[in-house]
């Protein structure tokens, strides 16, 4: 009696372990592929910042509270983030104009809010607030979208994509456009609508490209012909390609990148982290850190592959396809087959605020697949 009693305490301790971690609500594969790619990409800064623990502390604080988020999201059901779409849309979209009147200044770009004690930035917000915006618009619309349902998201999606590039900020408005745009492919269109927007765009595309600035029309240029100016606009991308290709198989080892620490390659912290992990990590850890992001991004589509309604659906597959598209056009730019648009890498550049931006994503696609019992087809 007595040893049957000891020999169910492990089994009893066990079960309660697994409800109590049930009622956090938390994914736990795609977390721990979370935690894998921070972990990942703290060690790839430790070393691109030659160092630097104040610099690290800052990011690891920035993740703890990012995590913090992503719990509380992920506690929230579905069904409240579509009551809530219109008012956080439309504040964030008053933000937006408000940035552009009395926004702070900083390197050139007017991007950010003061609020006393932080400064803030709603571009990132709008982020999230795209998708569910547009994800609560075509819920209950007939699909494939009609003409007039299309013309509709797209004012929803011109207008702060419009705020953001103005600020300017190429890179976040480009994100900010790509989730719409997701949102409005999965909830599918016609081929002949398809045709047609392309070829609007691309009669457009002289327009746009006379509005662009400066810097950002170099951009473009110096990606076609980066030798065209190897010593100023072209000079990052050349720096980058050479770190990349003296990685090799194996890499030089962590702390011993000949081109991050003698400070050739530029923002190595930021943008251009990939290739300092392609010189010091080669080849090899670079497929890893692929591996880290594809499995996440799997992970993503099964979560959505089990929707049960077209609001979580279109909101879970355009957030998991913005994941992927960023780390694809960061990895892109960096190796040179994309033009730099300032892109960090998720989860492995330094920066606080795209951190805590992506962690609330995730939080909400785990809300998305812990809810899913709960959410009626």
Not at 6 to 16: I, K, V, Y
Not at 170 to 178: E, F, P, S
Not at 260 to 266: A, D, I, K, R, S
Not at 333 to 345: A, D, E, H, Q, R
Request: with cysteine.
């Amino acid at each position: 009696m007595s040893y049957h009693t000891f020999s169910n305490r492990p089994e009893t301790l066990a079960n309660t372990c697994a409800k109590i971690w049930k009622q956090l609500r938390l994914d736990t594969p795609l977390l721990i592929g979370l935690l894998i790619l921070i972990i990942y990409g703290l060690i790839i800064l430790y070393s691109s910042s030659d160092k630097n623990l104040p610099l690290v502390e800052h990011q690891i604080l920035c993740i703890s509270l990012a995590l913090f988020f992503m719990f509380l999201i992920a506690q929230i059901s579905p069904h409240r983030y579509m009551a809530w779409t219109p008012g956080i849309f439309v504040v964030i979209v008053l933000m937006l104009a408000a940035v552009l009147g009395m926004g702070v200044v900083s390197n050139g770009a007017q991007r950010w809010l003061n609020l006393g004690i932080i400064r803030f930035q709603p571009s990132e917000i709008m982020k999230i607030a795209m998708p569910l915006m547009l994800a609560w618009y075509l819920n209950n619309k007939k699909l494939p979208l009609s003409w007039k349902t299309l013309f509709v998201a797209g004012i929803i999606l011109f207008i702060p994509v419009i705020f953001i590039a103005k600020q300017p900020d190429l890179g976040t408005a480009i994100v900010v456009a790509m989730t719409g745009i997701f949102v409005i492919l999965l909830a599918g269109i016609r081929w002949r609508i398809f045709v047609t927007i392309f070829s609007l765009f691309a009669i457009t595309t002289p327009i746009v490209w006379h509005f662009m600035h400066t810097y950002q029309k170099n951009r473009i240029l110096i990606f076609l012909n980066p030798e065209h100016d190897p010593l100023r606009s072209g000079y990052n991308i050349i720096q980058s390609k050479i770190a990349i290709g003296s990685g090799g198989i194996f890499g030089k080892g962590l702390l011993h990148g000949s081109q991050v620490h003698l400070q050739f390659l530029p923002t190595h912290t930021t943008d251009f982290i990939f290739a300092v992990c392609c010189e010091e990590l080669g080849f090899i850890g670079c497929l890893a850190l692929i591996a880290i992001f594809l499995y996440i991004v799997g992970r993503c589509l099964y979560i959505t592959s089990r929707c049960q309604d077209t609001f979580t659906r279109l909101l879970a597959g355009s957030l998991t396809l913005t994941f992927f598209a960023a780390f694809f056009i960061n990895i892109g730019m960096v190796i040179g087959l994309l033009p730099v648009v300032g892109i960090p890498l998720p989860l492995v550049s330094y920066g606080g605020s795209s951190v805590i931006t992506l962690a609330m994503a995730f939080g909400i696609i785990m809300s998305i697949h812990t809810h899913r019992k709960l959410i009626s087809c």
